[in-house]
Structures are given as C-alpha cells and as structure tokens.
T-cell receptor, first 113, second 113 residues
C-alpha cells in the first residue's frame, strides 16, 4: 500500500532562518499532498496543500514543491518565527480514486529566538 | 465554524473492557476517519468510512471495529482493550470526491491499564 516517508524527524533553527521538510511517497497514482501543523496539545490543521498538476504553491512564508517524477514533495518555511514551532505532518492521498489520506511520521520543528 | 467533536478528551479503561470512542461532525461530510497517533509513528489510519454503514480498513485495523449508523457520527470500538492500544486517537472528516481539507477532532487520549 501507499507509504509516506518524512525527514527529518526533528529540526531546530534560529528565528529568521529557513526550514525545509521532505517527504517521499510510493504510490504513483497519488494526486493530492497536504501538509498539517499540530501545535502542542492541539489538533492537526491544514496549512497548505498541492495537487499533482501543480509543481509549486506558495502562501506567504510557506511553500510546497512537488516532484512527481521523483515522487517527493517538500515544505519550505522562510523567515521562521517562534510560533512556527510545532509538529508538521505531510500526507498523500492513497491512489487517485480513494479519499484515504496516509500521513508521514511527523517533523518536530523548534524555532529558537 | 467547522466542528469535529470527540466525546472524551481523556479516558482510562481496564484491560479486556469494551471501549467506545465517539466522533461527531456538523459539516455534512461524507468521509470520516479514525487515526491513531503515537510518537515517532505519525498518524496511522485505523478505519475509514465513506458513507453511512460503509467502511474500509486502514493500515492497523486489528483489535478495532467501527460503526457509522448516521452520517454525522463515527464510532471506534475496541472490542477487548489491551495495553498496546494506549494511544492518542484522532477522528477526522472531509468532503467526498474532491481533494479537500480533512478537519480533525481534538483527540482522545486513551490509557488502558
């Protein structure tokens, strides 16, 4: 079945630096790739998503890139702030004709002031 | 404001008990999901339902069953709770057929003693 690998598991950056989290997926039929942010003690919330017909998407300080050939996608956060500290999960929709979302193992991002 | 509500935030049960985790959404979503969240393992899909009385197994269905008698309610059942089912359980829902955002409940932290 679909497998999503996520790296790194932890990431520490200085405020103002950039952070990059990478994910790879195994099912070439996957066509939807969301990213969720989970703050401590809170529920995961969608921060950005990308569909397979798009190579890059930006929303202010966050961007996601998708390489369908290599089957990997990445989250980029620029000008990091302490409030960006959280666990980030990538996900991929399993196949093209199902709504099952398969998640990566998560990245704990810490932004130090 | 979209809402996915899980019946309990914290639950302590004894080994061998039958446990019911309830999830209700008020967005008229067709799809509902149960995930289990463990450190280092991310969010693992237990069961998925795409309509009333319809369900599909996820990646880790062993020891669990589900019930969806009404569109807004999706129940996770631990037939005979065991200590290795101690975990955070997250319910989610989204619209059918389109690559849409999944909305999560606040989670139920279950401890089996």
């Amino acid at each position: 079945g679909e497998n999503v690998e996520q790296h790194p598991s932890t990431l520490s950056v200085q405020e103002g630096d950039s952070a990059v989290i990478k994910c790879t997926y195994s099912d070439s039929a996957s066509n939807y790739f969301p990213w969720y942010k989970q703050e401590l003690g809170k529920r995961p919330q969608l921060i950005i998503d990308i569909r397979s017909n798009v190579g890059e998407k930006k929303d202010q300080r966050i961007a996601v890139t998708l390489n369908k050939t290599a089957k990997h996608f990445s989250l980029h956060i620029t000008e990091t702030q302490p409030e960006d500290s959280a666990v980030y999960f990538c996900a991929a929709k399993r196949g093209a004709f199902t709504d099952k979302l398969i998640f990566g193992t998560g990245t704990r991002l810490q932004v130090f002031p | 404001d979209v809402k996915v509500t899980q019946s309990s935030r914290y639950l302590v049960k004894r080994t061998g008990e039958k446990v019911f985790l309830e999830c209700v959404q008020d967005m008229d979503h067709e799809n509902m999901f149960w995930y289990r969240q463990d450190p280092g393992l991310g969010l693992r899909l237990i069961y998925f339902s795409y309509d009333v009385k319809m369900k599909e197994k996820g990646d880790i269905p062993e020891g669990y069953s589900v019930s969806r008698e009404k569109k807004e309610r999706f129940s996770l059942i631990l037939e005979s709770a065991s200590t290795n089912q101690t975990s955070m359980y997250l319910c989610a829902s989204n619209l059918d057929g389109v690559n849409t955002e999944a909305f999560f409940g606040q989670g139920t932290r279950l401890t089996v003693v």
